[in-house]
């Protein structure tokens, strides 16, 4: 899907643009300074977009690639992730700002009592960013199901880079 084929989305002072076939939907405790909103494809796809204050996560990564790094760490540590294996890794040009973008694939083992032992191969593409204008950092990531198209990968990193922050 192109740019041409996406529409703009706004809020906050940033926007990012999606196919007008989808629905965006706001976390309830959702403010300008912290927050996520999730951009619902019809075939179950989803993309985040997630920020909050710069000030917080410099205190505990030097940069955005650093808090990607870390971002992908702590999925490995949940209890229902198995192997995770990094297929992409790449520095991209958002904005003015570079972000880091991340392809990982991992195992996910059903939850609950139909599922339990079931394991699941999912991917999930991520771009991390720190914007010093608007004192906020970003994360826009999808999680795909097992039955998504191949190239939803294009299509996120179409959106990413329709990304404005400020």
Not at 61 to 79: L, N, T
Not at 120 to 136: D, G, I, K, M, V
Request: hydrophobic share 35%.
């Amino acid at each position: 899907m192109e740019s041409a084929e996406l529409e703009p989305f706004s809020v906050y002072g940033f926007s990012i643009d999606y196919p007008p076939v989808c629905r965006i939907e706001f976390n309830p405790k959702t403010r300008r300074e912290k927050g996520d909103i999730v951009i619902h494809f019809p075939d179950r796809e989803k993309v985040f977009v997630s920020w909050g204050q710069l000030a917080s996560v410099l205190k505990k990564f030097p940069g955005a690639k650093e808090f990607a790094d870390h971002s992908i760490k702590s999925m490995s540590k949940s209890r229902n992730i198995g192997k995770t294996d990094r297929l992409t890794e790449n520095t991209l040009r958002v904005n003015s700002h570079i972000a880091y973008y991340n392809k990982v694939q991992f195992q996910e083992t059903a939850m609950g009592f139909f599922g339990k032992g079931r394991t699941n191969a999912r991917t999930t593409c991520s771009a991390h960013l720190f914007c010093e204008p608007t004192s906020r950092y970003f994360v826009l990531y999808a999680l795909l199901t097992a039955g998504a198209p191949e190239d939803f990968d294009q299509l996120f990193l179409t959106m990413v880079q329709t990304f404005r922050c400020h």
